[in-house]
């Protein structure tokens, strides 16, 4: 109602055709010659950075052309989705704010507000090209996703191992110099044996664009393996550095038959020769057939995964712990109700309140950046980063459970002749333990949460790991560093909600 | 009176008090009174005529501005911590939310009527002795909660709550009781009770009570003597008979119109203040 007066208070400085010519000229200028003057502006803000985004998403969208025309009908053929429905509706919305400046100079026609609507939806269309929502790549990759995904959600084969043993022979090569070819190597009998013809050769080398020119090929015997076995093949170069060599992509292998027998062609891998290899040069083949003996045994990442999550629950511990000491005394300058005694005590309380918020908007990430410069990588890095975020944050909780207690008690204990001391321990402390258990369980929980992934940015903990397993793309690995996080929070949750429920 | 008993009767004197709050409230204004031994004086006044802050200026929770209150000879206001401290332990208080600690036993909420009294290091770590332990229940059994020793503070009933304040106060064997509105938050039977303790302690130990009430048959009932409240200024004073013979519509001038009985009021009148009885 009142707003309906307040309207009518004010009359169009401009007739409908001028405000509607105005619009035409800047858009909302008529609305705001017309007294409507916040939706005036607001429709100019409004189409001026429509426009201005539109024009600079086309622009990249028809980039490597010169002129306005070529750049429009490339990024037309590219995305006509996108350009057509943008500039058509950017056309309309014009073409609405001036029929819209025409009725606001009209008292009884100033409602309307689906314009607004259409605004937001090129909002929308704008935003979805800027952010490159794909929702094709979203269903078609899927399948992609889904092989480490599964080794990530069960990645137990990776927990265990055994001891291997292995069953190998090997043959001498001279490579790509003169010098005594090696002997055929001694038959033993029971025990495995390869022979490689040619026992000398070329190694596959490149050329002056990169193309690989193959080197000899080598046919390669075996007797006396075990049969029916997978038998890995490797090279080893004049310095003895053990490599597999792949051909077609694969790591040469090869199944023996039901006598232990086989036999395989080869390429001569590529290989750079060691500078400090001197005078022939002699490589070595070798067939080698790996088994597992001996009981199951947790695999390395398994135990160090172990290692890494006790670490990680005890940096958070260590930064809740930290965290409490510092921010009692903090959080005693930042109480308004014990605070607010002289401008002198006020002046400290704005001062420790705006720190504590500006410590607080930075998240623990960005302060553990900070903390690996200041005191190097590795879990400390990470408590320091994380007791400055909890000082700040338990700062503000207990200072805020310190305003709200009630001052009736310590009315009635003072009133009974209390010192001090007593008082704060009869009146204060019993009011204070609920909120006070409360919120440091709590702030242990985020902390310890918070240490699983402050390891990405060198902080220490498991989420170091994490990382380095999963840009090795070793998903089983990782698949177990992210189920003993997933626990660890789990439980945590768990016991921290039963402690609270307890002491509350 | 005879000018000795005069002088050597009188508990309490306060002297031209006057209370300015920092932000210009003037809550009190030049109050006189005195209370003589063994008297149980009723406070009325509506609320922010200033009861509150006259009782809190006796055992200066509040600091007054100006003016004096002797206590048993001995000026409050010119007492510095210690003093104020020793003074402070014969004095009990009662209050209209009861201001327990909520958290704490009953036992330690009691036992911390006798804080005054004990090495302030040794209680703090709440370390008290037998004796005073032993003297707690006996304080609450005077109020007939003994059984309730051991459970939570917040555990209890209005009624039961505001009787352990009492056995806080009895606690510090104090020569005067200050309550202020101990059954405002109480229904009509509970006032009877809880009064009735504040009346048997006065009768049967001498203590004074100095008390504010809002319920006419109630300062009728208890009262030796009433003064009246408005404004921080003192509109009534009147003795035991005055305050027999005077009516509703004389109680009502001092009061203002919202005055009423608690047995003569209608239901409904009842019904709200039993609502108000929970904290």
């Known amino acids: 109602m009142n707003q309906r007066v307040y309207k009518e208070a004010?009359?169009?400085?401009?007739?409908?055709?001028v405000a509607a010519l105005?619009?035409?000229?800047?858009?909302?200028?008529?609305?705001?010659?017309?007294?409507?003057?916040?939706?005036?502006?607001?429709?100019?803000?409004?189409?001026?950075?429509?426009?201005?985004?539109?024009?600079?998403?086309?622009?990249?969208?028809?980039?490597?052309?010169?002129?306005?025309?070529?750049?429009?009908?490339?990024?037309?053929?590219?995305?006509?989705?996108?350009?057509?429905?943008?500039?058509?509706?950017?056309?309309?919305?014009?073409?609405?704010?001036?029929?819209?400046?025409?009725?606001?100079?009209?008292?009884?026609?100033?409602?309307?507000?689906?314009?607004?609507?259409?605004?937001?939806?090129?909002?929308?269309?704008?935003?979805?090209?800027?952010?490159?929502?794909?929702?094709?790549?979203?269903?078609?990759?899927?399948?992609?996703?889904?092989?480490?995904?599964?080794?990530?959600?069960?990645p137990w084969d990776a927990a265990v191992t055994r001891e291997t043993e292995s069953l190998e022979a090997s043959a001498k090569l001279l490579v790509d110099s003169e010098g005594e070819i090696p002997p055929i190597p001694e038959k033993r009998p029971g025990e495995p044996y390869i022979l490689v013809e040619p026992r000398s050769g070329k190694l596959s080398s490149l050329d002056e664009n990169n193309k690989v020119i193959p080197g000899t090929e080598l046919s390669i015997k075996g007797e006396n393996f075990e049969p029916d076995t997978h038998t890995g093949i490797w090279w080893s170069d004049a310095v003895g550095n053990e490599f597999q060599p792949?051909?077609?992509?694969?790591?040469?292998?090869?199944?023996?038959?039901?006598?232990?027998?086989?036999?395989?062609?080869?390429?001569?891998?590529?290989?750079?020769?060691?500078?400090?290899?001197?005078?022939?040069?002699?490589?070595?083949?070798?067939?080698?057939?790996?088994?597992?003996?001996?009981?199951?045994?947790?695999?390395?990442?398994?135990?160090?995964?172990?290692?890494?999550?006790?670490?990680?629950?005890?940096?958070?511990?260590?930064?809740?712990?930290?965290?409490?000491?510092?921010?009692?005394?903090?959080?005693?300058?930042?109480?308004?109700?014990?605070?607010?005694?002289?401008?002198?005590?006020?002046?400290?309380?704005?001062?420790?309140?705006?720190?504590?918020?500006?410590?607080r908007a930075i998240e623990p990430l960005i302060w553990a950046l900070i903390a690996v410069v200041w005191v190097g990588l590795g879990p400390f890095a990470g408590i320091v980063a994380l007791t400055i975020h909890s000082v700040a944050a338990l700062g503000k909780l207990y200072s805020e459970s310190i305003e709200s207690i009630n001052p009736g008690p310590i009315e009635a204990i003072q009133a009974t002749g209390a010192t001090k001391l007593q008082t704060i321990m009869f009146a204060v402390v019993p009011q204070m333990i609920p909120p006070f258990v409360s919120f440091t369980i709590y702030r242990w929980d985020i902390n310890v949460r918070m240490s699983t992934v402050i390891g990405m940015v060198g902080g220490g903990g498991i989420g170091f790991l994490l990382v380095q397993y999963i840009r090795l793309l070793e998903y089983r690995s990782a698949g177990i560093a992210v189920w003993f996080i997933a626990l660890t929070v789990a439980i945590l949750d768990y016991v921290s909600a039963e402690i609270r429920n307890r002491f509350v | 009176m005879s000018p000795l008993s005069c002088f050597e009767g009188i508990m309490l004197e306060v002297k031209n008090l006057t209370k300015v709050y920092p932000d210009g409230t003037k809550a009190l204004k030049n109050v006189s009174f005195t209370v003589e031994d063994g008297e149980f004086l009723v406070i009325i006044g509506l609320s922010g005529s200033g009861k509150s802050t006259l009782l809190r200026c006796i055992n200066r929770l509040i600091d007054p501005t100006e003016g004096k209150i002797i206590l048993d000879g001995q000026d409050i206001t010119a007492a510095d911590n210690r003093e104020l401290r020793l003074i402070r332990r014969k004095i009990g208080m009662i209050f209209q939310h009861f201001n327990l600690v909520d958290?704490?036993?009953?036992?330690?909420?009691?036992?911390?009527?006798?804080?005054?009294?004990?090495?302030?290091?040794?209680?703090?770590?709440?370390?008290?002795?037998?004796?005073?332990?032993?003297?707690?229940?006996?304080?609450?059994?005077?109020?007939?909660?003994?059984?309730?020793?051991?459970?939570?503070?917040?555990?209890?009933?209005?009624?039961?709550?505001?009787?352990?304040?009492?056995?806080?106060?009895?606690?510090?064997?104090?020569?005067?009781?200050?309550?202020?509105?101990?059954?405002?938050?109480?229904?009509?039977?509970?006032?009877?009770?809880i009064l009735g303790y504040l009346e048997k302690m006065n009768r049967e130990s001498g203590i004074s009570v100095l008390c504010s009430l809002h319920y006419l048959d109630l300062v009728q009932r208890y009262a030796s003597k009433v003064i009246g409240l408005k404004d921080g200024v003192i509109v009534y004073r009147g003795t035991r008979e005055d305050i027999r013979s005077m009516t509703d519509q004389q109680f009502k001038e001092i009061y203002g119109e919202e005055a009423e009985r608690v047995s003569a009021g209608t239901l409904s009148s009842a019904e709200n203040s039993r609502g108000e009885a929970a904290p």
């Open chain 2, 103 to 193: 958290r704490s036993s009953v036992l330690t909420n009691v036992l911390s009527g006798r804080l005054g009294y004990l090495n302030p290091w040794r209680s703090v770590l709440h370390k008290f002795p037998g004796s005073t332990r032993k003297e707690a229940i006996q304080a609450l059994r005077k109020v007939g909660i003994e059984d309730q020793a051991h459970k939570r503070a917040d555990e209890l009933s209005g009624g039961q709550r505001q009787r352990v304040g009492i056995a806080r106060a009895l606690m510090q064997e104090p020569a005067m009781i200050l309550a202020d509105e101990p059954v405002a938050s109480l229904d009509p039977v509970l006032a009877h009770t």
């Open chain 1, 246 to 359: 792949r051909q077609e992509g694969r790591y040469l292998s090869v199944t023996t038959d039901d006598t232990g027998s086989f036999e395989l062609k080869m390429i001569m891998p590529y290989r750079l020769v060691p500078p400090s290899a001197r005078g022939p040069q002699y490589h070595e083949v070798i067939a080698r057939q790996v088994s597992e003996v001996g009981p199951l045994l947790p695999s390395d990442p398994l135990l160090l995964t172990i290692e890494l999550i006790i670490e990680t629950i005890f940096m958070g511990m260590m930064a809740t712990i930290f965290g409490i000491i510092l921010s009692v005394p903090v959080s005693f300058l930042a109480a308004r109700n014990l605070m607010s005694g002289s401008w002198v005590t006020m002046a400290i309380y704005y001062f420790t309140r705006t720190i504590l918020n500006i410590v």
């Open chain 1, 10 to 17: 004010k009359n169009s400085l401009v007739s409908a055709p």
């Open chain 1, 22 to 154: 105005l619009s035409l000229l800047v858009p909302g200028l008529g609305q705001i010659m017309a007294r409507r003057i916040q939706r005036g502006l607001l429709l100019a803000g409004s189409m001026i950075s429509l426009i201005g985004l539109t024009i600079w998403r086309i622009r990249i969208i028809g980039r490597l052309e010169e002129g306005f025309r070529d750049i429009l009908v490339k990024a037309l053929s590219r995305n006509p989705l996108f350009v057509g429905f943008s500039l058509l509706a950017l056309l309309g919305i014009w073409i609405w704010i001036i029929v819209d400046a025409a009725r606001q100079t009209d008292k009884k026609k100033q409602y309307g507000n689906a314009i607004f609507a259409l605004i937001l939806l090129v909002f929308f269309a704008v935003g979805w090209q800027i952010s490159q929502i794909d929702l094709v790549r979203l269903t078609r990759d899927a399948n992609e996703a889904w092989t480490p995904l599964s080794k990530i959600l069960w």
